[in-house]
């Protein structure tokens, strides 16, 4: 939990930060950019989950 409160206030402060220097957000300007990272990560996950499997599958 402590990891997610940080990564929060980081990403407010750069946002704050990129805001007040009226520079571009730092961050996919879509719903579709953040649905995007979002299946990253997911992907990223299942990887792990079935990676037993596939080593198996391959040795």
């Given at each position: 939990?402590?990891?997610?409160?940080?990564?929060?206030?980081?990403?407010?402060?750069?946002?704050?930060?990129f805001?007040?220097?009226?520079?571009?957000?730092p961050?996919?300007?879509?719903?579709?950019?953040?649905?995007?990272?979002?299946?990253?990560?997911?992907?990223?996950?299942?990887?792990?989950?079935?990676?037993?499997?596939?080593?198996?599958?391959?040795?």
């Amino acid at each position: 939990m402590k990891e997610i409160i940080l990564s929060l206030l980081t990403g407010f402060v750069v946002g704050f930060i990129f805001a007040w220097g009226k520079l571009p957000i730092p961050a996919p300007p879509a719903l579709a950019g953040i649905i995007g990272i979002v299946g990253i990560y997911c992907g990223f996950k299942f990887f792990q989950y079935v990676e037993p499997w596939v080593h198996k599958l391959f040795t």
